[in-house]
């Protein structure tokens, strides 16, 4: 299947400060990414979907200017988290439509567990 | 709105046995993906099968295979000859024909692999 990678796989921050995390698409082009956070034991919750090109669509509840995505190139998407709080503590998984395999499948990142202290 | 709904928190299975994980939802649309990821310690998800609606022929990927009832709008996913690495979470998730190919989830099954 197709690889995506993550990075980094972990990160501690101090509250206030702003976190990037990087997504990116190893052997295909990725139009759309997707951005998930889960918490313990619970399911993925979706918070964005990012296009190529333009600006991404939130979801409801998701603040925007909290959680800024940018993916400027087929291969690469960010998640900036700006002044990270603890509550912003979490598990967030990457995914990139793969669509060159004419499968249309969504691959996902290794995820990355931001601590905020 | 579409939902997903995975009625079994946990399930346990004994190694070399199959163990069937249920999975419905519901949805007005006609075309639809229907999808099993494996989410393992490491939290990797990890696509296990896949299914187009309008097949009526249900996935298999070798021990793995699905039953998929339209009708129903029923979506199980059957191990056989299970091993320890099956041991992980199991999501159903659900994408519309059309869409930019945001997935929804359901909340899971852990399922035990007993040696």
């Known amino acids: 299947g197709a690889v995506v990678s993550q990075h980094p796989s972990w990160v501690i921050c101090k509250s206030g400060t702003s976190v990037k995390i990087e997504c990116r698409s190893l052997?295909?082009?990725?139009?759309?990414m997707f951005w998930y956070r889960q918490f313990p034991k619970q399911s993925l919750m979706l918070m964005a979907t990012?296009?190529?090109?333009?600006?991404?669509?939130?979801e409801q509840g998701v603040e925007k200017d909290k959680f800024l995505i940018n993916h400027a190139s087929l291969t690469l998407s960010t998640l900036t988290v700006t002044s990270a709080h603890p509550e912003d503590s979490s598990f967030y998984i990457c995914?990139?439509?793969?669509?060159?395999?004419?499968?249309?499948?969504?691959?996902f990142g290794p995820g990355t567990r931001l601590t905020v202290l | 709105a579409q939902t997903v709904t995975q009625s079994q928190p946990e399930m346990s299975v004994q190694e070399a046995e199959t163990v069937t994980l249920s999975c419905t939802y519901d949805?007005?649309?006609?075309?639809?993906?229907l999808f099993w990821y494996k989410q393992p310690p490491s939290r990797q998800m990890i696509l296990v099968i896949r299914?187009?609606?309008?097949?009526?022929q249900n996935a298999t990927e070798n021990r793995f295979s699905v039953n998929f009832q339209k009708a129903a709008k029923s979506f199980s996913l059957k191990i056989s000859d299970s091993q320890l690495g099956d041991a992980a979470m199991y999501f159903c998730?659900?994408?519309?024909?059309?869409?930019?190919?945001?997935?929804?989830f359901g909340k899971g099954t852990k399922l035990s692999v007993k040696p």
């Open positions: 995914s990139a439509r793969d669509l060159d395999r004419g499968t249309d499948t969504q691959y």
């Open positions: 052997d295909f082009q990725a139009t759309t």
């Open positions: 990012s296009n190529e090109g333009s600006k991404a669509t939130y």
């Open positions: 949805t007005s649309e006609s075309d639809y993906y």
């Open positions: 299914q187009e609606a309008y097949k009526q």
């Open positions: 998730a659900y994408r519309s024909w059309g869409s930019q190919g945001n997935l929804i």
